[in-house]
């Protein structure tokens, strides 16, 4: 799938909480250099977090978030856990910035479940 770009109307969580609502959290954000160059990331789920989640990355001190992967399932066995994935940024080649990971609601792209802390894509990255 290719990336997205969209405006995001609002954010319902803080960054790197869980949501009351979601009951993720993002516990970890790094870079793989590999071809293509991929994103590391982990999170921890509770048994009311939603089945299936979207990931996306939003640019620090912009509107437009970037959907990277779409239908995520968001559980391993037992109700409450911690996983890890990775996923290709090579679609960022020249978007060099500061931006955070987010998670977003399959059903409702304007509903952000849970944020990252603020990292870093240097030139060199993409």
Known sequence: MAPIVVVARSLTSQSNTFSSKSGF???????????????????????????YFT??????????????KTNLFTKGEGL????????????????????????VNSNDLKEVFAKSETFQIKKSYV
Request: charged share 20%.
């Open 25 to 51: 959290k993002i516990t970890s954000v790094s870079f793989l250099k590999t071809q293509p160059v991929t994103l590391l990331y982990s999170w921890t789920y509770e048994r009311k977090s939603p089945p």
């Open 55 to 68: 990931v996306a990355v939003i640019k620090v001190g912009s509107d437009k978030i970037t959907f990277l």
């Open 80 to 103: 409450t856990g911690e996983l890890s994935t990775n996923i290709d940024i090579s679609s960022l080649k020249g978007l060099s910035g500061k931006y955070v990971l987010a998670f």
